[in-house]
């Protein structure tokens, strides 16, 4: 080892990552810069600095570090740090509403990632990093493969918990692969002795302790719109609510829930066990996952069980799987009888709808239909792109060409990549017809995108939920599709619930229909317009006083 790596080693460990740019830029000359010495220059940016401008410089260091290093056993580490530079960086111009991204962004990554393939193949770092990519262009195909990959190598109850979650946006499971994915989890969780933690709670009080456990109670999450309609409306002689927020934002909405409850407590700095005993030193009755599968989730601490009474609900529309979580709210609508065994869960049946969303600030308005201005239909779908898959695509395709001169609006509140999907598109030639809306921050703009569309569509077989809910708010029928698990049938809940069954296909080909028949019936399109309008707020979708007391009624029933 050279003298100067030496000293290099030491001025990383002391975190003097400016002295180790200025050295590498002023005292050597380019033509003498290695590999090894670009990938470092790249590494101390990122640790410095963490703004775009910086990130930009690093992504460049980091493909310097590529291209000049001529063993390819070395490159690992050159690949891995040019990927997760560019993804931050991708994020970050994303989010500011910019259109300063090119739609072949990741072109080069996806190069390199070919070109090398062999190495991602066999490197656990290279397969996580390369992951970040294909969830940014939405090749879910490919992320599903290389988790399967990961979970070879490393069975990692995270790893296994995104592979289930993946899986959900395409038809290759049943709901029986489902529950025997999610029992493989299961059986990968960590219990810890009962010695480590605090006992259980046994006695009941005159209140029941409610705890709500999520990372998404944030400004502007869908989450927040389903959980307020609860907690907003409660018996609080009856109910004393704890909300445990696993995240630190602190910002309008999760200081407005501190009104609505009796104790918050911030759990994502904390380990597992302390978790567990600062919930089970609030003696809760019964404790309710908001994550399920999804991002940040915590299913360890239901796995080690935090209350009497565990329940599964709004964040995650399938079963866990999980010995220890006792019920799964649904409806009538989204699990059939005949299906309750592939559900770990036992079924708490809600009467009319398993969801009840707490509606907006804004002041609702009557929306005519814009083809009636612009004299063409507009279909729209403001679903996460990972929704729109291959089915989905073809079956849209099929629409915009009976429908003569319609268009189709896309937009995803994600940060993902149009590139992959305008192919797809194009390979049925109507890519002419295809609008993409840039991300906006501003909620209320996103709302009133809904102005722009006549007829929105559903995603299949993982449904929109937030985004129909959105569409019948601003006065826009969504066309959906039956399904086969609770996952696919949100929509069909959502329409049942709405008293719009005339939309709910049958299948792909009564899909097409009803969006087609719909999209010509100009007189039926303005009197379902007006009906939505009128009546929306009167059907379950928002009736949330009469959802808070049946949520209520059925949690006091379990607990008694």
Known sequence: MSKQTVSFLELFKQKKYSLI???????????????????????CRMMLNKSN???????????KSYFKEENKSKLIDSIKNLINASVIYFDNEFTKNTNALSDKFFEEITFIYGKNKELFENNLDLMKSIIKVFKRTSDVENIIEYLKKIIHFDPDPDAIASYIFFNNYLYNWSQSDYL???????????????????????????????????????????????????????????????????????????????????????????????????????????????NGFSSNHRLVLFKNRLAPIQISWCGYPNTTGLDEMDYLIADKNLIKPVDEKYYSEKIIYLPKIWNCHNGYDNKRVFNSAPSIKKKFITFGSFNNFRKINDDVIEVWSMILKKVKNSKLILKTSSAVSKELYEKKFKKYDILSSISFLNYNKNFDDHLSQYKKIDIALDTFPYNGVTTSFEAIWMGVPVITMQGYNLNSRCGESINKNAQFTSLIALDKEDYIK??????????DLIKMRKNIYENALKTPLFDKKKFSEEFFSNLEKIYN
């Open 514 to 523: 009803k969006a087609v028949s719909l999209a010509q019936d100009e007189k």
């Open 53 to 63: 401008e910086s990130i930009k410089l690093a992504i460049e260091d980091f493909r």
């Open 180 to 290: 025997e994915n999610a029992k493989m989890l299961n059986n990968k969780l960590i219990k810890y002795s009962s010695n480590e933690l605090v006992d259980l709670k046994k006695s009941k009080n005159s209140k029941i302790n409610l705890g709500f456990v999520s990372s998404d109670i944030r400004s502007k999450h869908s989450v927040t719109y389903f959980l307020r309609s609860v907690v907003s409306n409660y018996d609080n002689n009856r109910f004393q609510i704890y909300l445990y927020h696993n995240h630190n934002v602190e910002d309008d909405t999760t200081i407005e829930f501190q009104k609505y409850i009796f104790k918050t407590s911030r759990i994502s700095k904390l380990n597992d066990r302390e978790v567990i005993n600062l919930i089970r030193n609030d003696k809760i009755d019964i404790i309710i996952d908001l």
């Open 21 to 43: 740019i200025s050295i590498i830029e002023e005292k050597i000359p380019e033509n003498q810069r290695t590999a090894g010495l670009y990938n470092l220059k790249g590494v």
